[in-house]
């Protein structure tokens, strides 16, 4: 619906909104047990339908205080008072591609081999949506998928390619924002608003029609970073862009200026990360928050298609019997640790929004528990009471968000107290891997002894600015071993390494003659052409190495 959330419509969108709800029986809205067939579409009761908001860059850390504090998400704000948030929930891979296999597949990603943006699932691998599809669900998916292979620009292939080559290059522009429009200018991110609107338009014209029940999923693209073609024919995406309407939504006394260490002092992976973001030069203060500002304000730009969902929903009358899920598939460091766009395990990358709201969703409910994107397979499949496949990697969700009778909880698959997120792509020079659990967070790196961990207390250190690795021996080892039951981490960096050369030699092969323009006049061209021998010369010793790690 065009214009909707236009100056003051939101305000009455969320009024109407709460006094429907007010009046709404929902199922688990009150604090006991039910059933659990009454969540599922083998009940009595009428199957609930589902809808799957999913957007790209969105900081988890923003859905819950002390970060809700900087921007207004009305409809965020919504979903929580009316439903469930979960308070540490994680990217499987904090990249695209990568990420969003997982979530489709319900696979680790060293299962699903989803190395990089280029590499994800096969177009024809059987998703949650295909089984639900199978058993009567109607489905309909609008906006970013970017799950499966074969996407994404060669330079981003590129990059992930010759990451252990022994150079270092500027494969972003400089972090940057741009203000756009007046005031009153709502629809800054058309594309997603398009989307948008054909979602809402899908609920109000054909799900209001249905006699069986249907999954809907809506991709966003913010509020990733847009593209900046200022830098060169072949550009990132290093612009945080908006209009005045969505910064006024921002509190700018609440942004944090994160702190940072001096270069000398950065873990070897972070000071990779940083040059290649193009992020080891000065910026100003000024420059910090108002990049900080532009990406609040972006989230703000996205709560707001979220809240059009909603709203044909309510409209319509599915609300009181629709589950509505919203997350995202990796975070935005927004300039933290001297860095933006994502590629890293630090929370700002890492952690991602989920929202769950509905019929028999515990409502005002936070949730501390650890969870992660490969639990929306078996949650989905939990839902449609379906058969939940013993080989994933995720669990099902819903024994945290509903009201289940005691006898049928002793019976279920319950999640273990640890997740798993693993970077195998661009912007860092390592295979790196993430186990969460508790107050920690450990991070490890290539095969375990090449490069040094990182281990984090996150309720004495939030901001991650201290490595206790070294300080806490027994607990780096004891999480360190936990780690390796779960995956084998030494031996997917080598594998991973050996893909990348016979990746890169294939692509080198398929480029004959044109080879050396071509690879010049990557993303790296800005510091490529000032001496292209060097850097020729490094990639060569690097074929010439033997991939045995």
């Given amino acids: 619906m065009r214009g909707r959330c236009g100056k003051g419509a939101r305000t009455g969108v969320l009024a109407a909104l709460v006094l429907l709800l007010a009046s709404t029986r929902w199922e688990g809205a009150k604090a006991r047990p039910v059933a659990w067939g009454h969540l599922g579409a083998g009940s009595s009761q009428r199957a609930r339908n589902v809808v799957m908001v999913m957007c790209d860059a969105f900081d988890g850390r923003l859905t819950f205080y002390p970060g809700n504090q900087t921007v207004s998400l009305p409809f965020i704000n ?4 009316y439903g469930t948030v979960f308070l540490n929930a994680y990217t499987n891979s904090p990249i695209c591609c990568p990420s969003r296999a997982a979530m489709w597949s319900g696979l680790f990603t060293h299962l699903t081999e989803s190395w990089n943006n280029f590499k994800g699932l096969d177009p024809n691998y059987t998703t949650w949506m295909d089984l639900m599809q199978k058993h009567g669900y109607r489905t309909q998916k609008y906006g970013k998928l970017d799950y499966t292979s074969g996407h994404h620009s060669v330079s981003n292939r590129v990059e992930a390619w010759t990451r252990d080559v022994d150079f270092l290059l500027r494969q972003e522009g400089r972090p940057m924002v741009n203000l756009t429009g007046n005031k009153t200018f709502v629809r800054v991110m058309e594309e997603d608003w398009q989307n948008t609107d054909k979602a809402a338009s899908w609920i109000r014209k054909e799900a209001t029609n249905f006699s069986q029940p249907f999954v809907l999923y809506l991709g ?60 080891t030069g000065q910026f100003t203060r000024k420059e910090i928050r108002d990049i900080r500002a532009f990406y609040y304000a972006m989230c703000a730009e996205t709560d707001a298609m979220l809240g059009e969902i909603i709203s044909a929903l309510s409209d319509t009358g599915l609300l009181k019997r629709t589950i509505v899920i919203f997350t995202a598939d990796h975070g935005e ?213 033997n991939t045995n790690e």
């Fill in 78 to 81: 919504f979903m929580k008072r």
């Fill in 333 to 545: 460091l927004a300039m933290e640790h001297q860095q933006f766009y994502k590629m890293s395990m630090y929370e700002a990358s890492s952690h991602v929004p989920l929202l769950v709201m509905g019929p028999s969703i515990k409502a005002h409910h936070h949730l501390s528990n650890v969870v992660s994107l490969v639990d929306i397979y078996p949650t989905m499949l939990d839902i449609a009471r379906i058969p939940i496949p013993q080989n994933l990697s995720g669990y099902s969700l819903i024994p945290l968000l509903a009201e289940i009778a005691e006898d049928e909880v002793s019976s279920r698959r319950l999640h273990p107290t640890w997740v798993l997120s693993e970077f195998h792509g661009c912007n860092a020079n390592s295979s790196t891997y993430m186990l969460r659990t508790d107050k920690w967070k450990y991070i490890a790196y290539s095969d375990g002894h090449s490069v040094p961990p990182q281990l984090f207390d996150l309720s004495a250190d939030p901001d991650e600015l201290t490595n206790i690795a070294t300080t806490f021996p027994e607990v780096s080892h004891s999480l360190d071993k936990k780690l390796r039951s779960i995956v084998n981490y030494p031996r997917i960096s080598a594998s991973v390494h050996k893909y990348n050369k016979k990746q890169f030699i294939s692509w080198k092969l398929s480029l004959g003659q044109n080879y050396s323009n071509v690879i010049a006049n990557l993303r790296w061209h800005q510091d490529w052409l000032k001496e292209p021998r060097k850097y020729k010369d490094a990639i060569h010793r690097w074929l010439q190495m």
């Fill in 220 to 279: 966003l693209n913010l509020p990733h970073p847009y593209p900046s073609p200022s830098t060169g024919e072949n550009f990132g995406s290093s612009t945080f862009l908006t209009s005045p309407y969505w910064l006024e939504k921002v509190t700018y006394e609440a942004i944090k200026i994160p702190k940072w260490p001096p270069l000398s002092d950065m873990h070897p992976i972070d000071y990779y990360s940083s040059y290649t973001k193009n992020c």
